[in-house]
């Protein structure tokens, strides 16, 4: 038998694990699943804008040799334009980078970045992206608090007992995912200030800045730290419901004496694999001009906001269920009451409910969360649909708690 390497016996993806392919052998047999597991907008009816696929039908032809292994020009001018915008200072277009997704451009952050035995903190809970990751590279996750009690906020008095030796850098994830906590400036510096304290890296991973919800703002980190070398992700997968397209970028700021050899490093890994997908290339400059689609969704009567509201308002009347409402993205992260309706694996009972209502979340475990006591909503589908799954969660629930 051949054995597969040992880096990944830690890693793990709940999203599209066990209980997904559960979910999928339930279909196979007929049964109609909902499945809240991924956020993955084309799938629930979210359609692209015109205007992206105007820059498709236009600039197809551009799209057929490789691209600089950066970018195309005019994807890391818009990128470029809109983070100097979000009060980002000296950067140019070099300091971009386009890649296949977020996923894509992390790990090959992380690979530049990261030696066996180094350690990284991370959010808990946590998107396993960052945290599998890191495992892949031989590193280790050190996981800090976000509290719930404070709206999900991350604990800095944690992460400063966390920090050792070996610590390199810090993961924020903000919006976050799974909770869809929007982080304050208040929080952002505090972490900034550690960071600066202790000669630590940051990477913000801000895939759903253009997602927030109740007339609230998002402060990106490298905006507040010009001096301090950072890594900020972001794409296009979720604001403008591309997820397929792999539309994703990293920009390094800071220091260039300090992000020299690391933008090196990561520009020799960009050339490794040539260059990133060009026809998703194409449309990021219409995509960062046109943002009247995703405003919509996320106003009062858009569908991402009605969506959450539904949701959150059948869950409040389930007596032991309890959530922070998001303020951005399209996540809910509650929390239930173990005793009350006997749970000790998260798993589990998310087994038995996907087999009892056909509705399938992923547990708090799946996101690094240390305690059997929370599970992640994705409130995707429409809203008369989410309203109606929800009831059918809370008869579970209250059938289980007697």
Known sequence: MIQPARRLDEVHSDIRGPLYEEALRMQAQGIKVMKLNTGNPGTFGFPMPDSIKQALTLGMDRAVPYSDLRGMTEARQAILNYHRGKGLVGIEMDDIYLGNGVSELAGMALSAFLNPGDELLLPSPCYTLWSNSVRLMGAKPVFYHCDESSGWFPDAGDMRRKITGKTRGIVIINPNNPTGALYPKEILEEIITLAREKSLFIFSDEIYDRMVMD??????????????PIITLNGLSKSHSICGFRAGWMVISGPREQTRDLAQAITKLAAMRLCANTLMQLVVPAALEDDASTRVMLAPGGRLFEQREATTGVLSQIPGVSFVKNQAAFYLFPKLDTKRFHIEDDREFCHDLLHATNILVIPGSGFEWDQPDHLRIVMLPPANEL????????????????
């Open 215 to 228: 007339g609230k703002q998002h402060i990106s980190t490298a905006a507040l730290a010009s001096d301090l």
């Open 387 to 402: 309203k109606a799954a929800m009831e059918r969660m809370g008869e579970f629930l209250n059938a289980r708690a007697k």
